[in-house]
């Protein structure tokens, strides 16, 4: 088992979704949710692909995930370069991405999708994207045409599901469509002549004068801002917006005229794909990818304030048994519980992760002095020992499990995660070796000659 995750540390295997949890979301969304691979050489795979895509694209999921270019090749030939080069910063700079470009169906009908993105990194170069797309079609024909003609602004705006606003460089609001209402609550006459402070979010009104400020100064169109703002009886929505400055005669900034829309769902979303590539589904812990962050964050710490860590490699015995008689829902059952009770024993302060099958990690950070880490280390491995052995009662039946823990300390043992891992990973088997259901520390003497 904890062969196994080495290995899996080696070969970079992205975390995978749980694929029909996404397939049950994405048919009640106007969006399709996608996994895609990017190699170190720059290939790309769509791991998975909701089947809704075939509404929004015209593009049949199972085409899709057998060769990302039935997908890919369909961007607008002028929007490429946009999309890939967004990408790259994206990744760079360690930021989530969001980007509109135009698709052609196979009809050669042309949608406008707009896609977000989070990522994962692995350590073979290659990065995994976790991201949904959906149609805005709609949306920017409505903005190519008050761009095209202010003349029809009225009438056009008015009939839009979306919120069409004015704004002077003041922030004063001199204009607000009637979906404003529709969407909000708030009669217009409450809403015009105040300024944007009156309404949006106090932690994001920076935010919506940083928005302002580079609107007036570049006196080009901005877009991408998203904002929380209350409705009349106080809740929050999230709203996005882009918008465009419009002159006077003599080139001085009369107004800006922007539309905004409710994206209180995909950001709901949003933020659930983001726990998908960071959290275990099944115990809601970290993954492995995020707990490694966490550890690496931890151990800077721990570098720069002089305190010592321990890390507890635990691996369940007897649980393959658990699959094997009472099938893998059972199983899953079980893991959640075993999550539960090791968070229930241990500090806030402590990092807990699953990282692959019947396998936790635990960092133990904060002790300054060495010669209490050992005996702290191993209370807190019995305390979670003890709770582990403790009767699981899943669908009436009984299941009795142990665990075989192993202790390796920083920066004594090791300075670098993975080496710190192997020795933990090391000690756990020595606890096993010594009947199973023991806690072991690393003895580097015991381990020279092997």
């Keep these: 088992m904890a062969g196994a995750f080495l290995d899996d540390m080696k070969s970079a295997k992205p975390q995978s979704f749980d694929f029909g949890l996404l397939q049950a979301i ?46 890919i090749s369909r961007i607008h030939p002028d929007d490429r370069a946009h ?58 024909n409505n903005e190519i045409k008050l761009a095209a003609s202010e003349a029809d602004f009225r009438a056009l705006v008015e009939s839009s599901n979306d919120i069409v606003y004015t704004i002077a460089p003041d922030t004063t609001i001199t204009y607000v469509s ?56 106080g809740n929050l929505q999230w709203h996005t917006t882009n918008a465009s400055p419009i002159f006077n005669d003599d080139g001085t900034i009369k107004k800006c005229m922007g539309i905004a829309r409710e994206i209180t769902d995909q950001k709901t979303q949003q933020q659930h794909i983001q726990q998908l590539a960071h959290y275990d589904v099944l115990t809601q812990l970290p993954n492995r990818s995020l707990f490694f962050d966490l550890l690496d964050h931890q151990l800077k710490v721990s570098q720069r304030e002089g305190y010592n860590l321990a890390l507890l490699f635990i691996d369940l015995d007897f649980f393959k048994p658990v699959n094997d008689q009472h099938g893998h829902a ?36 904060g002790f300054y002095d060495r010669a209490a880490l050992e005996p702290a280390a191993l209370r807190a491995a019995e305390k979670v020992r003890n ?21 390796a300390f920083y920066p004594l043992h090791s300075e670098s995660i993975s ?32």
Excluded at 387 to 407: K, M, P
């Design 83 to 140: 999309v890939f080069s967004g990408t790259t910063v994206a990744v760079k700079e360690n930021l989530g991405w969001q980007a509109e470009f135009r698709v052609i169906k196979p009809n050669q009908e042309i949608v406008w999708v707009e896609a977000f993105d989070v990522f994962e990194r692995n350590p073979d170069g290659s990065v995994v994207f976790y991201g949904y797309a959906m149609d805005i079609t709609k949306r920017k």
């Design 387 to 407: 709770a582990i052995c403790e009767t699981i009662y899943v669908q009436d039946l009984r299941i009795e499990l142990a665990a075989s823990i192993g202790i």
């Design 178 to 233: 009637p979906t404003w209402q529709d969407i909000l609550g708030h009669h217009l006459n409450d809403v015009v002549g105040k300024t944007f402070d009156n309404f949006i979010f106090a932690d994001d009104l920076q935010r919506c004068y940083d928005f302002m400020e580079k609107l007036i100064s570049t006196r080009q169109k901005q877009s991408g801002l998203e904002y929380r703002i209350r409705d009349i009886h």
């Design 330 to 365: 059972v199983g899953d059952e079980v893991l959640a519980k075993v999550a539960k009770r090791i968070g229930r024993v241990l500090r806030q302060s402590d990092l807990i992760g699953r990282i692959g099958g019947d396998e936790f990690l635990v960092a133990l950070p």
């Design 419 to 450: 080496e710190l891992t192997r020795l933990a990973d090391r000690a756990m088997y020595d606890a096993k070796r010594q009947g199973k259901n023991k806690v072991a520390v690393f003895n580097p003497i015991d381990h020279q000659s092997r």
């Design 26 to 71: 994405g048919h009640h969304l106007p969006c399709f949710v996608y996994q895609l691979r990017q190699s170190a050489e720059g290939d790309y795979q769509f791991l998975y692909i909701s089947d809704n895509c075939l509404d929004i694209v015209g593009l049949n999921a199972a085409d899709v995930m057998a060769d990302s270019d039935t997908l």
